[in-house]
């Protein structure tokens, strides 16, 4: 269990070498899209979603997120996961192009790769989804060393499963790197307990709207990428200057 705060607990090993991003909630302000669409077909069967639902949801490979979804809300007899995914498909594909970065994000990918830190990217979104959303930000996503998908065949399972985290430091120069010196940002439950499982640290920027409790196994809980502090980890400090 981790020792949530605005600093790092003093038992940190490390110091971290190399940083895994997630992607939706994280660096991409996507999460509110699938939030939005969700509401929309919901609405369809008198029915309202809500944050008790969405930390289920979050994180996930679409087609677990959807079984959640139908279950958890009661509609699985009349609408299927599979069938989920296919009503929904047409508003996200209209929606991920114009995806936004969230605060401080290329701000800390910048600063990152400038250092020679490797970096890279582990998001349970698919191929196809990843293409739309990182359309405005490919120079961004360019600079990570390389990008795991949820549709990667070594992800056997979606978060919380360690798979992704672990696929993502097999690929870094050199082959797999020691959990113990790779830091994890992410924004789901789901993707905090990933990067637990696979032995990582793991800081957590959740939304505000996600309830407290889920604070506990991240290392680590700030409220923006801006807030984040390198140095404690054992990572290069921002230089004056840098926004
Ligand atoms: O948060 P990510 O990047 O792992 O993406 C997971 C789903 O696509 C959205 O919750
Ligand atoms: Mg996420």
Redesign the pocket.
């Known amino acids: 269990m981790g020792n949530p705060s605005d600093s790092p607990p003093a038992d940190v090993k490390g110091p971290i070498t190399h940083v895994i991003f ?7 302000d ?2 509110n899209f ?1 939030t939005e669409v969700q509401e929309v077909i919901l609405a369809r069967y008198g029915k309202t979603f809500d944050w008790n639902l969405k930390p289920k ?6 087609i677990e ?1 959807a079984r959640v979804f139908v279950e958890e809300t009661g509609i699985s007899d009349t609408l299927s996961a599979e069938d989920f995914i296919v009503e929904r498909e047409a508003m996200l594909k209209s929606m991920f192009p114009n995806s936004e970065l969230m605060p401080g994000a290329s701000r800390l990918i910048e600063h990152l790769h400038s250092k020679g830190i490797p970096i890279c ?6 191929t196809r ?1 990843f293409e739309l959303k990182t359309t405005k930000h490919r120079e961004l996503f360019s600079l990570m060393h390389h990008i795991v998908r ?1 549709d990667d065949p070594e992800v056997k399972e ?2 919380p499963s360690p798979d ?1 985290f672990l696929a993502a430091s097999r690929r870094f120069e050199g082959g797999t790197v020691d959990p113990k010196n790779i830091l994890v940002f ?3 439950p ?2 905090v307990l990933a990067a637990k499982n696979a032995g990582m640290y793991a800081v957590m920027v959740p939304d505000p709207r996600l309830d407290v409790s889920y604070h506990a196994d991240a290392d680590q809980v700030i409220s923006s990428l801006l807030d984040f502090n390198p140095q404690p980890w054992g990572l290069p400090a921002f230089e004056d200057g840098e926004s």
């Open positions: 997630d992607m939706d909630g994280l660096l991409l996507t999460e699938y949801m979050m994180g996930k490979k679409a997120a990217v582990a998001t349970g979104s698919h989804h949820g979606g978060k992704i992410e924004d789901a789901s993707g």
